[in-house]
């Protein structure tokens, strides 16, 4: 059964004094996650918002048929110089003292990006991000706008980032059942561990859905800014799938028959230590 998100925490007036950041650290460590609401510009997302699905329009016909695109309807993106002005605005309120905080590995800017969740998508599978239980980094998500039940709020399973899950044992463990879906208003962000376990939802309204990610592995981006990629303009990249004939033939199985990947997934992970990943 789909639990209740806990309370969410307050985004700190100011920057966070040392006694907030010590109960984000005690939050963090438990959940693997935080939601801090109303940090960022409603009316800066707004118009990032509109530049993105403008973008996705022109782009649409030009688009890649496989990686998740198109088809299951979980499309990575970067969103472009246009949205620095989030980054700037966690320096600024303090929200990155407390990533800081919460994940000390933290030491250069962060990777940009996007999920564009399209009308139509399909359910995930849970997985979390790292490649390797070692390997963790930060992730902030960021609501460009309002992320309710009906348009794909997240689904995260609290406290699955405390342990090593290969992906027979998050099965036999039934650890699905901590679902907890996190609705969040535009402005609000979701600090995570990448080794939370989590998965993206359909999204069934006729509209996009996007939510910025700003992600520190190794540390952070290797470029000397971040928000210059892809020359700062907007674009969009596969998701999961490669872009040809067997990424395509993949995500199609995928999608008819769901169960097999699962099938896979738990004999890939008896023989190795990968397979609790996506």
């Known amino acids: 059964?789909?639990?209740?998100?806990?309370?969410?925490?307050?985004?700190?007036?100011?920057?966070?004094?040392p006694q907030e950041i010590e109960g984000y650290k005690r939050a963090f460590a438990e959940d693997g996650y935080l939601v801090l609401r109303n940090v960022v510009s409603k009316d800066g997302l707004s118009q990032l918002r509109t530049r993105i699905l403008d973008e996705f329009e022109r782009a649409r016909g030009t688009l890649f048929q496989g990686g998740g695109g198109l088809m299951a309807g979980h499309l990575n993106s970067f969103p472009g110089e246009g949205a620095r002005f989030i980054y700037e605005t966690l320096i600024d309120r303090g929200i990155m003292d407390v990533v800081k905080a919460v994940f000390p590995k933290v030491v250069r800017g962060p990777n940009v990006g996007c999920n564009l969740n399209l009308p139509g998508s399909v359910v995930q599978h849970y997985h979390a991000d790292s490649n390797y239980f070692t390997e963790d980094f930060v992730i902030v998500n960021v609501a460009v706008v309002d992320t309710d039940l009906v348009n794909g709020a997240i689904d995260v399973l609290p406290g699955t980032q405390k342990?090593?899950?290969?992906?027979?044992?998050?099965?036999?463990?039934?650890?699905?059942?901590?679902t907890t879906r996190l609705p969040m208003q535009q402005g609000d962000i979701l600090i995570r561990t990448s080794n939370l376990w989590h998965r993206g939802m359909p999204n069934r309204t006729n509209v996009p859905r996007p939510m910025v990610?700003?992600?520190?592995?190794?540390?952070?981006?290797?470029?000397?800014?971040?928000?210059?990629?892809?020359?700062?303009?907007?674009t969009?990249?596969?998701?999961?799938?490669?872009?040809?004939f067997v990424g395509r033939l993949r995500e199609r199985t995928y999608i008819a028959a769901p169960f097999t990947y699962d099938a896979y997934r738990f004999v890939r992970s008896l023989a190795g230590n990968k397979g609790y990943s996506r």
């Open 163 to 178: 342990k090593f899950y290969p992906f027979w044992r998050f099965a036999l463990e039934r650890a699905s059942r901590r």
């Open 213 to 234: 990610a700003l992600t520190w592995e190794a540390g952070g981006s290797q470029l000397e800014d971040p928000f210059k990629r892809d020359a700062g303009k907007i």
């Open 1 to 17: 059964m789909t639990q209740a998100a806990g309370p969410p925490v307050p985004a700190p007036a100011a920057r966070p004094s």
């Open 236 to 244: 969009f990249h596969a998701n999961w799938y490669r872009p040809n």
